[in-house]
């Protein structure tokens, strides 16, 4: 059985990736991209590669009022919607997976489910291709009842009557070549004004506290987490671990190091079965030089074998981090044998990096 797939986006001023976007693209039945307002032939682009263009100015901007136009462009009759951006390409074969998902877990063409699929996302890359920063990304859905909320961060809802099913799609995989030069200056108005808007709504909160940190504003980072963590909607552990993470992080940028360890503690305690938290308190520690936390972080971290499925994992939670800081403070603790051991382990992840190569040869030597 084939089911119709349309993958529908917005988009402005993004000629440079109309062509290897609609390659990726092109194994839908459909593609429809409603642009806000291009001026550099992005839809002169699209029409030729074959997309379905419509034009709407959104003003004031929000990403909710233009997806939500986009969606509205995707005809009725489509049983799979698949929103992504421009700068996001599909690993080739995306189209069968999905399908197959669709029909063996999944509603298939029936109308008497809303279905929503879950998918890897790599949202950053390293230099070598390799996955960064990767998480189960939200943006395939059925066509019936569905929209697009909040003005950023903006994220799909089901508003229907019929039971919803999630599904994971195993083996589709999103990722995305960002424009680095693109600025993201709109994204504190707007997650000011989702707050604004919706005071009780803890995902925005959320983000906005973090975005607080991304921009160095660490007392106004630690002010909206804790009010963030206060909030009676805040309950999704993952996410309530993030927001102490980034917390611990701010006080530790201001001086506040009572503050940072107790944050810190906390977020593994939210969450103690994710890498990322410890990782990030081992950097603290080792930057402080606190060899035996140092120690002791790395090795509990490195127990945990399987990324997570809910929430964000940091790259360099799964790289060569871990053991690199762990050989150090096994070496600085006067446990050699242990520190060459790590050192190697750090080494298999990045062979050529001349700092590690350079820390397995100082460990080495000294156990002669």
Not at 22 to 34: G, K, P, Q, R
């Amino acid at each position: 059985m084939r089911l119709k797939i349309c993958v529908y986006a917005i988009c402005k001023n993004e000629v440079q990736f109309v062509d290897k976007w609609m390659d990726s693209m092109s194994e839908a039945d459909l593609i429809v991209v409603t642009d806000t307002g291009s001026d550099d032939g992005t839809v002169e682009k699209l029409k030729e590669r074959g997309a379905v263009v419509y034009v709407d100015i959104v003003k004031p901007w929000r990403f909710d009022v233009a997806r939500n136009i986009s969606l509205d462009h995707v005809p009725e009759d489509v049983d799979i919607c698949v929103c992504t951006d421009l700068d996001e390409l599909f690993e080739p074969g995306w189209r069968k997976k999905l399908e197959d998902a669709w029909l063996n877990q999944g509603p298939g063409s029936s109308r008497e489910t809303a279905g929503m699929g879950r998918y890897l996302y790599n949202w950053s890359l390293k230099e070598d291709g390799t996955p960064d920063i990767q998480f189960y990304y939200f943006k395939v859905h059925s066509r019936q009842g569905f929209r697009w909320k909040c003005p950023i961060h903006e994220f799909i809802q089901y508003t229907g009557n019929l039971p919803v099913q999630t599904l994971y799609i195993e083996g589709m995989i999103l990722s995305h070549y960002p424009d680095t030069q693109k600025s993201r200056g709109s994204y504190l108005p707007l997650l000011e004004l989702a707050v604004k808007e919706d005071p009780e709504d803890e995902r925005m909160r959320y983000y906005l506290g973090r975005e607080y940190m991304y921009k160095s504003q660490w007392q106004k980072c630690i002010d909206t987490l804790k009010e963030y963590l206060a909030l009676p909607a805040a309950v999704w552990k993952d996410e309530r671990c993030a927001a102490m993470r980034w917390i611990a992080k701010s006080c530790y940028k201001i001086g506040d190091l009572k503050g940072a360890y107790a944050w810190y503690y906390k977020a593994i305690a939210e969450v103690p079965d994710i890498r990322d938290p410890y990782v990030e308190f081992s950097k603290m520690c080792y930057e402080l030089k606190d060899w035996a936390m140092t120690y002791f972080l790395t090795k509990e971290a490195l127990k945990i074998k399987e990324k997570s499925r809910t929430f964000v994992n940091m790259g360099y939670s799964w790289d060569y981090t871990l053991d690199d800081f762990c050989s150090i403070a096994a070496f600085w603790l006067g446990m050699p044998k242990e520190s060459l051991e790590h050192a190697k382990s750090a080494l298999k992840y990045a062979p050529d990096n001349e700092r590690l190569k350079s820390n397995f040869n100082i460990v080495a030597a000294a156990q002669k």
